[in-house]
């Protein structure tokens, strides 16, 4: 079956920190991965995506994530986590076929809090 | 570039009433998709429209809930009769068709059921 597990609810980090969100898939074929941040009340903002090459990617704000084929992960990373990353981030993988995107699969969500 | 506008905001209503949200891509996406989050989940999809065509509709409880666009732009998501379970944030996404491009969110739509 088609799943995304992110094992960790709630991390709670220092401001300056760095930041490792876990996420593995479980997928048929080589899919498309993607990270996703939502800030209360808002939709979702794309940070990264991978779709292939280089396995490791670079997102906005800092954000970088790794493939590893290996270990089916795309961990989230972010060497100094400011006060605004505070927010929920959601792994989820997607079809890699050349029409359009098709059903996204989501984790859970991570909850990131900040701590001053 | 204009954002996905969703209406409304906030909905709360009793169980076995009806409900409607709206949703408007941006321009020229000619993909749309309607979303549902439950309180502690990622989202899971409803529905996928590709110009006012229905390209996976598998997990839309169609006996209670139904959608549409017309003339390929706007959306509208309808559930009637509500049930308690049907308490979430229903988010609206637009992409353009070619492949790998990513899903544009909405804020969505809170929906309370009583």
């Known amino acids: 079956a088609q799943s995304v597990t992110q094992p960790d609810i709630h991390i709670t980090v220092s401001e300056g920190a760095s930041l490792e969100l876990r996420c593995n898939y479980s997928y048929g074929a080589t899919p498309y991965l993607f990270w996703y941040v939502q800030s209360p009340g808002q939709g979702l903002q794309l940070l990264l995506k991978y779709f292939s090459g280089d396995t490791l990617v670079q997102g906005i704000k800092g954000f970088e994530a790794e493939f590893k084929r290996s270990q089916s992960s795309f961990n989230l990373r972010k060497p100094s986590v400011h006060w605004s990353d505070a927010a929920e981030y959601f792994c989820a993988v997607g079809p890699n076929y050349g029409g359009s995107q098709g059903n996204l699969i989501f984790g859970k969500g991570t909850k990131l809090s900040v701590k001053p | 570039e204009a954002g996905v506008a969703q209406s409304p905001r906030y909905k709360i209503i009793e169980k076995r009433q009806s409900v409607a949200f709206w949703c408007n891509p941006i321009s020229g996406h000619a993909t749309l998709y309607w979303y549902q989050q439950i309180l502690g989940q990622g989202p899971k999809l409803l529905i996928q429209?590709?110009?006012?065509?229905?390209?996976?509709d598998s997990q839309l409880p169609k006996d209670r809930f139904s959608a549409e666009r017309l003339k390929g732009v706007d959306s509208t998501l309808k559930i009637q009769p509500a049930k308690l379970e049907d308490s979430a944030v229903y988010l609206c996404?637009?992409?353009?068709?070619?492949?790998?491009?990513?899903?544009?969110f909405g804020n969505g739509t809170r929906l309370t059921v009583t």
């Open positions: 429209f590709q110009n006012n065509g229905v390209v996976d």
């Open positions: 996404a637009s992409s353009p068709i070619r492949g790998g491009s990513p899903l544009h």
